[in-house]
């Protein structure tokens, strides 16, 4: 037995049992989220929340790619280009609905198999029960479009062990399942194989279950895996990313003669010299932030600046419009960014501001 709670088109969302599912339904796309999507997610947890037969949520991604490749990056470049209003709206109701994920009076599980990556992130890394599977390949790779990462992702890589969120957030490096859980992205590790039966039995938990018998149940199913390759160079890691300045993280870099080393600067060169400046300031700010909406109000801070910059537009074009990989960044050395350039992502923008229901 199935009841719809929208009408079904990229979003799916019914009941199933006692569960809330919502499908992310846009395979052809790995399931890149729109603004409608996130309006159809809000309206479906409203239904959720007030529905006594419903004990838990549960987030999947349709098709066999991914949960979700990020959000509809296409259709924001767009209007960059034109200096249109989407990035405001877009980001502005995005962030507010990962805020309400993470305080969701209901168990929210999110099923991270296969790409998850920007807005998938921000849908699923903040629900109090998180399943990654062998199939995982998470990350932020926004500084490769010019931009940071966002969606709170400043608050989950600021809360990453040592600097692995630093190294995540910088490179855009791709965590499997157990390091996504070092990272603190994640929660378990479930074999692919045996999501069906873990979805099954969510449907059919009772009714009022609380989240620590969520998570005993998740458990059952789970390899008890929490650490993967990138844990292993931990001490690595810390050791390069611990400066507050980018110019010191590539010195320590290029001191070091090993091949990680020289890799791990190669993948740096190829970002945007400001998004990285930018990232590393909000990563280090987000550290002794209170509470994941402070951080979100200082990225749409940052966001909106991103959606006026020549950076972001020229980053999506080499990456998703051309395709020709070859971004020719402003400016295009890290040296070259200056106090004056990053000071406008970091300004309060008055009545625009993100503010939290």
């Known amino acids: 037995m199935t009841d719809a709670i929208v009408a079904e088109g990229d979003l799916i969302a019914r009941k199933e049992g006692s569960a809330g599912i919502l499908r992310l339904n846009r395979p052809k796309a790995i399931n890149a989220v729109?603004?409608?999507?996130?309006?159809?997610?809000?309206?479906?947890?409203?239904?959720?929340?007030?529905?006594?037969?419903?004990?838990?949520?549960?987030?999947?991604?349709?098709?066999?790619?991914?949960?979700?490749?990020?959000?509809?990056?296409?259709?924001?470049w767009e209007s960059s280009k034109v200096k249109g209003d989407l990035g405001k709206v877009l980001w502005r109701d995005e962030y507010i609905l990962n805020a309400r994920i993470k305080k969701f009076p209901k168990p929210y599980v999110a099923f991270m198999d296969g790409i998850v990556m920007g807005?998938?992130?921000?849908?699923?890394?903040?629900?109090?029960?998180?399943?990654v599977t062998d199939k995982t390949k998470l990350a932020m790779p926004e500084v490769g479009l010019g931009f940071f990462p966002d969606v709170g992702g400043t608050w989950l890589l600021s809360h990453s062990p040592g600097?692995?969120?630093?190294?995540?957030?910088?490179?855009?490096?791709?965590?499997?399942?157990?390091?996504?859980i070092h990272a603190g992205f994640a929660d378990a590790v479930v074999p692919s194989a045996k999501l069906p039966a873990l979805r099954e039995a969510l449907t059919k938990v009772r009714d009022g279950i609380t989240s620590a018998e969520v998570k005993a149940l998740?458990?059952?199913?789970?390899?008890?895996?929490?650490?993967?390759?990138?844990?292993?160079?931990?001490?690595?890691?810390?050791?390069?990313?611990?400066?507050?300045?980018m110019e010191a993280i590539i010195a320590a870099l290029q001191r070091d003669?090993?091949?990680l080393a020289?890799?791990?600067?190669?993948?740096?060169?190829?970002?945007?010299?400001?998004?990285?400046?930018?990232?590393?300031?909000?990563?280090?700010?987000?550290r002794t932030a209170r509470s994941?909406?402070?951080?979100?109000?200082?990225?749409?801070?940052?966001?909106?600046?991103?959606?006026?910059?020549?950076?972001?537009?020229?980053?999506?074009?080499?990456a998703?419009?051309?395709?020709?990989?070859?971004?020719?960044?402003?400016?295009?050395?890290i040296e070259d960014v200056t106090p004056e350039m990053v000071a406008p992502y970091f300004a309060e923008i008055g009545a625009d501001e993100l503010k939290f229901p």
């Open 34 to 76: 729109t603004l409608e999507m996130f309006h159809d997610i809000d309206k479906a947890l409203d239904a959720f929340e007030a529905d006594p037969a419903v004990a838990v949520i549960l987030l999947e991604g349709a098709g066999e790619r991914g949960l979700c490749a990020g959000g509809d990056i296409r259709a924001l």
């Open 218 to 245: 998740i458990a059952g199913f789970a390899t008890g895996e929490t650490a993967g390759p990138v844990a292993a160079t931990q001490d690595e890691i810390d050791r390069w990313f611990a400066h507050d300045r």
């Open 119 to 131: 807005g998938g992130v921000g849908l699923s890394a903040h629900s109090s029960h998180r399943v």
């Open 292 to 318: 994941l909406e402070e951080c979100l109000v200082r990225e749409y801070r940052a966001a909106l600046e991103v959606f006026a910059s020549d950076d972001f537009r020229e980053g999506v074009r080499a």
């Open 163 to 180: 600097e692995i969120g630093t190294y995540f957030g910088l490179t855009g490096q791709i965590m499997n399942g157990p390091d996504a």
């Open 257 to 259: 003669g090993s091949d």
């Open 262 to 286: 020289q890799a791990t600067l190669k993948t740096l060169n190829e970002k945007s010299p400001r998004g990285m400046v930018v990232t590393l300031r909000l990563l280090r700010l987000a």
């Open 320 to 333: 998703v419009i051309d395709k020709d990989r070859n971004p020719k960044w402003s400016p295009p050395r």
